[in-house]
């Protein structure tokens, strides 16, 4: 490999500087951190997203519990009545048991999207309040930066998810 040997003492020399300049900025930053996670599981929010979006599905799933019910009914009279019915009865029935099996497995598909759809977008909107509330909170701390994973350690003095969660309780 042919390397410029005028070139590495001058690679080294800043290199050195970026990381001796580096630990100096770094010791006037003051670093704290948030688990979301756990905001998340204790925030009042969250009660009431889940109580919202349970209001607004519960017609639809109450639905899907009653075809269901009716497509065991059905089930139930083909297998205990297929003995005693017409060919054409039971081949009759067990087309209908088909396709409202093939109808029940669409419309919980559907539902289960727009289900997951209404929860992400809820989700969304408290992560943004969730911001707010860690911004507000790192900066009466005086914290120059807040992270929110990739932690592997931290002193509790530097961890402000607590103070995330009074804060959102107060909302």
Do not use: H
Not at 91 to 119: G, W
Request: charged share 35%.
């Amino acid at each position: 490999m042919n390397v410029n040997r005028t070139k590495i003492p001058f690679v080294a020399a800043i290199l050195s500087l970026l990381l001796v300049g580096g630990t100096a900025s770094a010791a006037g930053t003051k670093v704290a951190f948030v688990q979301v996670a756990k905001v998340l599981q204790a925030a009042p929010q969250v009660k009431a997203i889940k109580a919202r979006i349970r209001k607004e599905f519960a017609k639809r799933d109450d639905q899907l519990v009653a075809e269901q019910k009716k497509l065991n009914k059905l089930k139930e009279k083909l297998a205990r009545d297929a003995a005693i019915m017409s060919e054409s009865e039971k081949k009759r029935l067990e087309r209908d048991i088909i396709a409202r099996t093939r109808k029940l497995k669409n419309a919980q598909s559907e539902f289960q999207e727009d289900l997951s759809l209404r929860q992400n977008e809820e989700l969304a909107k408290l992560r943004k309040v969730i911001t707010e509330v860690v911004v507000k909170v790192a900066k009466r701390g005086g914290f120059d930066m807040v992270l929110e994973s990739g932690v592997v350690w931290a002193t509790d003095r530097v961890n402000i998810t607590d103070k995330v969660i009074r804060e959102l309780k107060k909302r």
